[in-house]
């Protein structure tokens, strides 16, 4: 499965693999795919650089990259606590009720919220990056628009690839005039934050919009075929990020959310402004009913429905409290159905790759 | 083009267009596809009786099908008027201040309202069927559920095979139990009722749940590339319905909504309850927006909805009112961009096809 970006980073297979998880991120690399590493976890540059190490030290030489959330919009001097102070009372509220109809217990005192806003400022952002570029990463990516122009001179200094995620062929665009070198176009049916394109048609659509830059797609995709089927659309890899999440690698701290993601099926997720405030596609659950309930307050915008919820979201992890516990994941979930290696994963995307090629060719006569 | 169902149905290419018009379904089948005719939108046996016999010499001997609207619950002796009896006065107000606030003009005495909800219920649905079977069509589609048993039946002494839409892989296994021949899975991309399950996922699970049915990809398909892609899914043919909407052999009566459905981008669809009273994609307008205001009335099920809106829907067409003028359409409508032959379309298809195909090979190293 090799494309001009593939043997560009010198990959076996063009999947990369979005994971929060190092021991994720670096079984994808050694399986000749490429892990990406998520940070936005990460509040403390401390706990990235350590967790860079040890990524680094178990990837067997191979490349791999890095995943920021760095918002377009830079906001000079504001601070979590003048974001904190522009939640209405009623929307705090709302979520103390929530809370005690379900009888989810409180933090212990001094217990930090495992959930913070600080990952999403640009500040957070930019001291990861003070970390990440002494590691020798080979692709940046951005989860919320272009990163600053800076940044992408200071990636490209490091001969490091500078990805954005893009949920039109607009947004594409954008990228690409920004100076970006890979666009990943994150269709209807990806976890977390997404538009409303379905992948079969912004695939095309973006690759067009960017060409000759390279587009890897993402949203949808679990299976050989469905890599298949990216590939036939134009793409020059794919982005999976779901299907990380149970693997027997991932360290996911809540049997309870492991055990829901192999439950569901792929009507089970919503797309939901029930978590950061923009839509972002997850596990449906009573909490996200709650939110978007009519009868509800509703969500706030981005950055304040996040820090709204933060401590909540905590608790509801921390006590599994079942009806409200969620996670970000794909509609690639109903074929997530049971735990597996990373390595497993590969095989199965491989062998359904070279099966869907031989079908294909099949058809089409050849 | 060549799959196990395009064999046994005769055809060149495994592409199936659904249209309402004649001249476009004849056009398809000669261009080597399958032509399906769309059956709704006529009310009287004797109007489908007049198109079937034009397209029946239209097609040069190849096959083609007919798509009916039978609502999988029948509602024995209920009349147009018991259900024109259920609408609240407040959604009859709103409808006509909208359509005062836009100042679109009252049809003239005793004209008829172009679309009703007739061609939606059941006993219509069978008068055409007994005109239908007097024809040598070869494949009989059904939009909502699975069509009653005597009807199946009755197909099969035609050898007719019998299609149905589904929107999920319960849905798609449902219609196999109730003993159908192909799927129709239709993605939430796609233009017309629909689900919340993009085509890159829905397709495998559709072809998985009704092994060893054939299943037809639909949403998000008007490229060559878009063609691979679905039959990489599984899919042993594609079916499309949007793209032929501004086809120069289609019959649209609106120059307005043919200029409209050119200039849309993907992003410029919704999938609204605004024509139906079930979530149908089409274009986005300022009347679907009224609808779907949450400061409004919001819409009613199905029929109620529709019936509700059947004349006003008249009324915009008629007078061409552009803020308020759509279409039923699927987020393809992005690549429709200038009018086309429908031997043009195929054309477009199969080249775009053999590339995509190309391509993978190459990326897969044969």
Avoid: C
């Avoid at 793409?235 to 959310?257: F, I, N, R, Y």
Wanted: a negative charge.
């Amino acid at each position: 499965m090799q494309t001009e970006l593939s043997k560009k980073l010198g990959i076996e297979h063009a999947v990369f693999g979005f994971t929060p998880f190092p021991a994720v991120a670096a079984a994808i690399s050694r399986a000749g795919g490429f892990g990406v590493l998520g940070a936005v976890r990460y509040t403390a540059p401390d706990e990235l650089k350590r967790d860079l190490d040890w990524l680094d030290g178990h990837v067997d030489g191979r490349p791999y990259g890095l995943d920021v959330v760095m918002p377009a919009k830079k906001v000079e001097g504001v601070t979590e606590a003048d974001i904190e102070a522009m939640i209405p009372p009623e929307h705090r509220q709302f979520v103390q009720e929530t809370l005690a109809k379900y009888g989810v217990p409180e933090l212990a005192e001094g217990e930090a919220s495992g959930w913070r806003i600080t990952g999403w400022m640009e500040q957070v952002a930019r001291s990861q990056l003070d970390v990440a570029f002494d590691y020798p990463i080979k692709l940046l990516a951005n989860a919320l628009g272009s990163p600053p122009a800076d940044v992408i001179a200071r990636a490209h200094e490091h001969d490091i690839l500078v990805a954005a995620l893009a949920g039109s062929a607009k947004h594409a665009r954008k990228h690409a005039d920004a100076g970006i070198d890979v666009v990943v176009a994150q269709g209807y049916e990806a976890g977390g934050h997404t538009g409303d394109i379905a992948s079969m048609v912004l695939t095309p659509e973006a690759v067009e919009a960017v060409d000759p830059l390279p587009v890897l797609a993402a949203g949808g995709i679990g299976s050989g075929q469905q890599v298949a089927a990216a590939l036939a659309l134009g793409a020059q890899g794919v982005w999976l990020g779901s299907v990380w999440l149970t693997v027997t690698e991932a360290d996911m701290h809540s049997p309870a959310v492991t055990r829901k993601l192999l439950a569901a099926g792929s009507g089970d997720t919503v797309r939901s402004r029930a978590l950061t405030g923009k839509p972002a596609r997850q596990l449906r659950t009573e909490w996200t009913d709650a939110w978007d309930d009519p009868a509800g307050p509703g969500t706030l915008p981005m950055p304040l429905q996040g820090l709204l919820v933060a401590e909540a979201v905590s608790r509801i992890q921390k006590y599994e409290v079942e009806p409200l516990l969620g996670t970000p994941v794909g509609q690639i979930v109903g074929r997530m159905n049971e735990e597996r290696s990373v390595q497993a994963v590969f095989d199965d995307l491989t062998r359904g790759f070279e099966k869907a090629i031989d079908r294909i060719n099949k058809i089409a006569g050849r």
